[in-house]
């Protein structure tokens, strides 16, 4: 089994025994989630657009199987993994940020009570209500994955992939939280963040 942590951030890729794929067959490609099926994780959809944007269409020419594990519970886990392989996944991508994400709203609530400031790297924590977020953009990264498994299933070995850096990071500042805090941000950084919530 070999490992692609091609600098896609909270993405892992993993490519199952299953061999590279001829253009003319079926891609059968798993997503694993740490969130539930009634939380799912929000890259999916933009993955699968991605997956489209390349040429594959579902029940065509790409199966995709999203599986959920409700946590890192190691049992869980594994369970989704033999899943994967009893139903010939040929690669599976790991959604790793997605705990971060259903957790969401009760870290950014429990931030403000206990007046603790919270500088977080996913934009919708600062949208739920922490204080600022910088980082990139996840759903450009669940955008990018599916050239990562387009290049493996026509053949490519994930270790021969060129690892890519972020070019772009966001900053926003939450205002409505400062204020809640007692904290006043400064006008420079308001002017330099990508957005502020008020």
Not at 91 to 119: H, Q, W
């Amino acid at each position: 089994m070999a490992l692609l942590a091609a600098s896609i951030v909270g993405v892992t890729l993993v490519s199952l025994p299953a061999v590279a794929q001829q253009p003319s067959k079926t891609a059968r490609v798993g997503w694993m989630s740490l969130a539930t099926p009634t939380a799912p994780a929000r890259n999916y959809e933009v993955f699968r657009e991605a997956m489209r944007d390349l040429g594959y269409v579902e029940g065509k020419n790409l199966v995709l199987e999203p599986r959920y594990t409700g946590g890192t519970n190691e049992l869980l886990v594994e369970s989704a993994f033999d899943a994967m392989v009893v139903a010939k996944m040929q690669a599976v991508i790991v959604n790793a940020e997605s705990l971060f994400y259903k957790g969401k709203d009760v870290i950014a609530k429990l931030a403000i009570a206990k007046r603790l400031p919270t500088c977080v790297w996913v934009k919708e924590l600062a949208d739920s209500g922490a204080l600022m977020s910088y980082g990139v953009d996840q759903q450009a990264i669940a955008r990018r994955t599916a050239t990562y498994v387009d290049k493996i299933l026509k053949g490519a070995k994930p270790g021969d992939i060129p690892v890519e850096q972020p070019t772009k990071f966001e900053l926003i500042i939450n205002r409505k939280t400062a204020k809640a805090l007692g904290l006043t941000i400064p006008q420079s950084l308001l002017i330099s963040a990508d957005k502020v919530i008020e």
